[in-house]
C-alpha cells in the first residue's frame, strides 16, 4: 500500500511570520478591548453604586422632611400663642422695671428666631411654589443687598457688587432668589471678621448648553476643610453654634427649584466664594 499523500497546503516562513504578526496585532487589540470594556463596566458599577446610595439618601431626607414638617406644625400654633401672650404682656408692663423688659424683649427674639426656623422647616419639607416671571437677575440681588445691610447683626457691612450695566434676564421668583441671595452673604459675614467685605460678582458667559448669568458671592472669612465642603448643602449639618443647617440646604432646593446650580469653592483661612448658575432668558 501506499502511504497516503500529505494535501495540506504548504506555507512559506514568510506567510507563517505574516500570519503570526497578523495575530500578535489583533491579540493586542483584544487585549486593550477587554481592559477598556472592564474599565467602563468598573465606572457602570461605581456609578450605580453612588445613585444607590443618593436614592437612599433621598428617601430618608423626604422621611425626614416629613417629620420636620409634622413637627413645626405643632410647634407653629403654640408658638404663636406665646408670641400673642407676651405682646400683650409688653403693652401692660410699659413701665416695668428695665429688667422686666429686657426679659420680655429677649423671648420676643427668641420666639421670633424659633418662627424663622418653623417657616424654613414647612419650606424646605413642602416648598414654596415659585412665582415665575421674566426679571434682571440685578433685582433679587439688589434687594438682598439692601436686606442684608439693614440687619443690625451687620452694622457698617461692606457689599461690593460688580456688574457690567446691562441686563441679566432669566425667568424666576424674586423673592425666592432674594432668599438666597441673602442667606450667601449672611453666611459670608458670618464667617468673616467685623469689617470685612463681601464681593459679589454678576456676569453672564457662553456654555455648551447655551447662555447662562452667573452670580458669585465670595468672602474672606475662616473658609471650610473638604468634609465641610461636602456636607455644606446638607439639611440640618451646621457649624454654627446657633445654626439650624437650613439656611444652605434652603438655599440650593430654592435654586436647584429654578432649574439652576450651586457650586462652592474654599479652603480653610482663605475665604469662601458660592456660585450660583442660572440659564439665561430667551429673548422675546
Known amino acids: 500500500m501506499q502511504a497516503e499523500q500529505d494535501t495540506a497546503p504548504k506555507m512559506t516562513f514568510e506567510e507563517l511570520a505574516e500570519g503570526f504578526k497578523f495575530f500578535s496585532e489583533h491579540s493586542v487589540k483584544l487585549e486593550q478591548a477587554y481592559l477598556s470594556l472592564a474599565n467602563t463596566n468598573n465606572q457602570l458599577m461605581q456609578l450605580a453604586e453612588k445613585r444607590r446610595i443618593e436614592l437612599a439618601q433621598a428617601r430618608k431626607l423626604a422621611l425626614l422632611g416629613e417629620l420636620a414638617a409634622g413637627v413645626a406644625h405643632e410647634i407653629k400654633n403654640p408658638l404663636g400663642g406665646i408670641e400673642l401672650c407676651v405682646s400683650m404682656l409688653q403693652r401692660q408692663l410699659k ?40 426679571i434682571d437677575m440685578r433685582t433679587p440681588v439688589s434687594h438682598a443687598v439692601d436686606a442684608v445691610r439693614a440687619d443690625k447683626r451687620n452694622d457698617g457691612a461692606v457689599i461690593n457688587v460688580i456688574c457690567d450695566e446691562k441686563a441679566y434676564p432669566i425667568v424666576g421668583d424674586t423673592g425666592q432668589l432674594r432668599q438666597v441671595f441673602v442667606n450667601l452673604m449672611q ?7 467685623p469689617g470685612a467685605p463681601i464681593t459679589v460678582v454678576i456676569s453672564d458667559a457662553e456654555t455648551a448648553k447655551g447662555s447662562v448669568v452667573i452670580v458669585s458671592v465670595k468672602d474672606s472669612g475662616r473658609g471650610m476643610d473638604a468634609a465641610t465642603r461636602d456636607k455644606v448643602f446638607d439639611p440640618f449639618f451646621t457649624t454654627k453654634q446657633h445654626g439650624t443647617g437650613l439656611g444652605l440646604a434652603l438655599t440650593a432646593r430654592i435654586v436647584e427649584d429654578h432649574q439652576g446650580t450651586i457650586a462652592v469653592e474654599s479652603e480653610e483661612g482663605k475665604g469662601t466664594t458660592f456660585t450660583v448658575t442660572m440659564s439665561t432668558a430667551e429673548e422675546s
Do not use: C, H, W
Not at 96 to 115: T, Y
Not at 116 to 134: C, E, F, H, P, Q
Not at 187 to 193: H, I, L, Q
Open 187 to 193: 453666611n459670608g459675614f458670618d464667617a468673616s471678621e
Open 95 to 134: 413701665d416695668a422695671e428695665p429688667k422686666q423688659k429686657e426679659m420680655l424683649d429677649n423671648i420676643m427674639i427668641n420666639v421670633g428666631r424659633m418662627d424663622a426656623i418653623v417657616r424654613n422647616l414647612l419650606t424646605y419639607a413642602s416648598g414654596d411654589k415659585l412665582r415665575l416671571s421674566a
